[in-house]
């Protein structure tokens, strides 16, 4: 086997890497408004962000390449800004990773804000803390399981991208050959020495991320209620 190329690791590390950051930012007050709201719209938004759950990687892909592409609305955009473009290029599989990792960033977060209740909010404000105040010493601390559920989750379902990815930045070297793409690269030109290390690499790693996720979330000290 050829010495094995990491330019595929560190580029899908520092996806995912950005990815998570940007859809904490995000996420965080998309999930507190969906677990708080009584809008009828409530339903229509939650569709829309868990859309990616159901959509097949190369139609959600398929339609981001013309959004984002130079002719695209979003795409054309960018181009008279930067003189660059969206497609084929880092920037693009951001945008690309954050809409199609949103469900697993939004969910969980969502679902922590919904299990904490109104009483502890409502002490916090007995006593003269605001509404952001009541987010920040006592709703965020208490979702601190959702918080990495959303990390763990985005991270690794980031790294496992391949079709969003492909349609969106195809693969040039060090730009956007991610893992996903490089170990079909290397199956279709049969080089599956390498291709069985970067896909076990992959495999041990999801596998030790999402154990310590469900081991954490699992664990309760002893003597404190769940």
């Known amino acids: 086997m050829d010495s094995l190329d990491l330019g595929p690791v560190w580029l899908s590390l520092k996806l995912a890497t950005v990815t998570?950051?940007?859809?904490?930012?995000?996420?965080?007050?998309?999930?507190?408004?969906?677990?708080?709201?009584?809008?009828r719209s409530r339903p229509i938004l939650e569709a829309v962000v868990a859309m990616p759950l159901v959509l097949p990687p190369t139609v959600l892909g398929f339609y981001l390449l013309i959004l984002l592409g130079p002719a695209g609305p979003i795409g054309s955009f960018w181009v008279a800004l930067t003189d660059t473009t969206l497609t084929f290029s880092f920037m693009g599989l951001v945008i690309a990773s954050i809409i199609y990792s949103l469900p697993f960033a939004v969910q969980p977060l969502q679902t922590a804000f919904e299990?904490?209740?109104k009483a502890p909010l409502e002490a916090a404000a007995t006593l003269g803390a605001s509404p952001f105040?009541?987010?920040?010493?006592?709703?965020?601390?208490?979702?601190?399981?959702?918080?990495?559920?959303?990390?763990?989750?985005?991270?690794?379902?980031?790294?496992g991208e391949f079709g969003v990815v492909l349609m969106v930045g195809g693969n040039i070297p060090d730009k956007t050959r991610?893992?996903?793409?490089?170990?079909?690269e290397d199956v279709e030109t049969v080089n599956y020495a390498q291709a069985h290390v970067l896909s076990a690499g992959l495999l041990i790693f999801s596998f030790v991320l999402l154990l310590a996720l469900f081991a954490t979330n699992s664990y309760k000290p002893p003597g404190r209620a769940a």
């Open 20 to 39: 998570v950051v940007i859809l904490l930012a995000l996420a965080t007050p998309l999930a507190w408004w969906l677990a708080h709201t009584r809008s």
């Open 178 to 184: 991610v893992i996903s793409i490089a170990i079909f």
């Open 115 to 117: 299990n904490i209740g």
């Open 133 to 159: 105040q009541q987010f920040l010493t006592v709703a965020s601390p208490l979702a601190r399981r959702g918080y990495l559920s959303a990390i763990a989750l985005s991270f690794a379902h980031t790294l």
